[in-house]
């Protein structure tokens, strides 16, 4: 029988947000939480396809609330453009929206980013609550605070730190997720593993298989490890300023080649990242058996091949616009044991030209 689910606590400077999780956590939590949704306008934010195929798990929302409202907006990073969030702004205020109304984010982290971003903007700030439903958002985009649209220039570029009353983890929502995300989920399981918790790292090379083909039990528990994890880290550095940085592992590469090629989903394009950084490390002392078991699970968890030609001039300028983004230059995040890492800036421009190049001419392993 599978076990019953946990509540976390993250503990902020101003108060805490819950965290369910496991499978029935949605129910568990709506009533741990009817003291605070009774009477209240809840306007729930969402995709069509994901309304169409979880929308009745809602219900007992909708009994608890004062007033309830489904708000639907585009599936996936399309969500996240400031026309969808001046469009959403602009419904709560002709439906009746208050300071005292409640924003639910019900979707993968595109909508929880979105959702996030608008209930931290509207009428100065209204509470909100995550429900994710992908592997993704449960174990890292609906934790943390970190909300954000989009702009054409660069992704997640107008945001803030805005952190729901609760995130509702509930793993049975994992059941209906296509294999891909599910894969694409696994390598930020992973990250956080390499980055903070080598038997978390243990644990998934054992149970992969399991994993893999969706078993509820190994992924709840992979959920909750994960989750526990990055609750750890985001408590200690609740802005990013230090060791949160530790959980961008393979997203400085991940995330340009995920703008330049269109082809990867943002979990794959980390696992690719990923790669890349460990052979920088190894280059900085990583031990290559560690490095080698981290190459094999990324590779067991499976990348879809890059095309024959990646464009290296484009990933670059992405590469440099990053470098732009901060003061201090590019970082690189890289592992110096099985749970634990490093951030880098010392790495030069050049150097990193010549490692990309090799690395996307074919020698990367996949
Ligand atoms: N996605 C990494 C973080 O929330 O810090």
């Known amino acids: 029988m599978s076990s019953p689910p946990v509540r976390l606590e993250l503990r902020r400077e101003a108060g805490s947000t819950s965290v369910w999780i496991?499978?029935?956590?949605?129910?568990?939590?709506?009533?741990?939480?009817?003291?605070?949704?009774?009477g209240r306008r809840v306007f729930v934010i969402t995709s069509p396809p994901l309304r169409q195929l979880h929308g009745e798990a809602l219900?007992?929302?909708?009994?608890?609330?004062?007033?309830?409202?489904?708000?639907?907006?585009?599936?996936?990073?399309?969500?996240?453009?400031?026309?969808?969030?001046?469009?959403?702004?602009?419904?709560?205020?002709?439906?009746g929206g208050k300071r005292d109304s409640l924003i639910v984010a019900f979707g993968g982290g595109s909508i929880g980013d979105l959702a996030g971003f608008v209930a931290g903007t509207f009428l100065r700030g209204v509470d909100y609550v995550q429900i994710p439903t992908t592997l993704l958002a449960q174990v890292d985009a609906a934790i943390g605070g970190k909300t954000a649209i989009n702009l054409p220039e660069?992704?997640?570029?107008?945001?803030?730190?805005?952190?729901?009353?609760?995130?509702?983890a509930d793993t049975g929502f994992l059941g209906t997720l296509p294999p891909r995300q599910l894969r694409s989920g696994l390598f930020e399981v992973v990250k956080t593993a390499v980055m903070r918790d080598a038997d978390l790292f243990s644990r998934l090379e054992a149970d992969l298989a399991?994993?893999?083909?969706?078993?509820?039990?190994?992924?709840?528990?992979?959920?909750?490890?994960?989750?526990?994890?990055?609750?750890?880290v985001v408590e200690k550095d609740p802005k990013e300023n230090d060791i949160r940085q530790l959980l961008n592992f393979g997203h400085t590469l991940g995330h340009a080649l995920e703008l330049s090629l269109e082809m990867l989903e943002h979990?794959?394009?980390?696992?690719?990242?990923?790669l890349f950084a460990?052979?920088?490390?190894?280059?900085?002392?990583?031990?290559?058996?560690?490095?080698?078991?981290?190459?094999a699970l990324?590779?067991?968890?499976?990348?879809?091949?890059?095309?024959?030609?990646?464009p290296l001039e484009a990933v670059m300028?992405?590469?440099?616009?990053?470098?732009?983004?901060r003061e201090a230059g590019l970082a690189w995040v890289v592992p110096l044991h099985i749970g634990s890492g490093e951030i880098c800036t010392d790495i030069a421009a050049e150097d990193v030209r010549h490692r990309v190049g090799d690395f996307l001419g074919g020698r990367n392993g996949c």
């Not at 004062?66 to 001046?86: H, N, S, W």
């Not at 979990?267 to 990923?274: C, F, K, P, R, S």
């Open 22 to 38: 496991g499978s029935g956590a949605l129910d568990v939590a709506l009533t741990g939480l009817s003291s605070l949704l009774g």
């Open 59 to 95: 219900e007992p929302l909708a009994a608890a609330a004062g007033e309830f409202q489904v708000l639907e907006v585009a599936d996936g990073e399309a969500a996240k453009t400031p026309e969808t969030a001046i469009g959403v702004w602009r419904t709560l205020l002709a439906a």
């Open 154 to 168: 660069a992704k997640n570029s107008v945001g803030l730190f805005y952190h729901p009353l609760a995130t509702i």
């Open 210 to 232: 399991r994993l893999l083909a969706g078993d509820a039990d190994a992924l709840a528990e992979s959920v909750k490890l994960t989750a526990a994890a990055k609750i750890g």
């Open 267 to 274: 979990g794959e394009a980390v696992g690719y990242g990923m």
């Open 278 to 295: 460990i052979d920088l490390a190894v280059a900085r002392g990583f031990a290559p058996g560690e490095a080698d078991r981290v190459r």
């Open 298 to 310: 990324i590779r067991r968890i499976g990348l879809p091949p890059l095309p024959p030609t990646v």
């Open 317 to 325: 300028a992405r590469l440099e616009r990053d470098k732009k983004a």
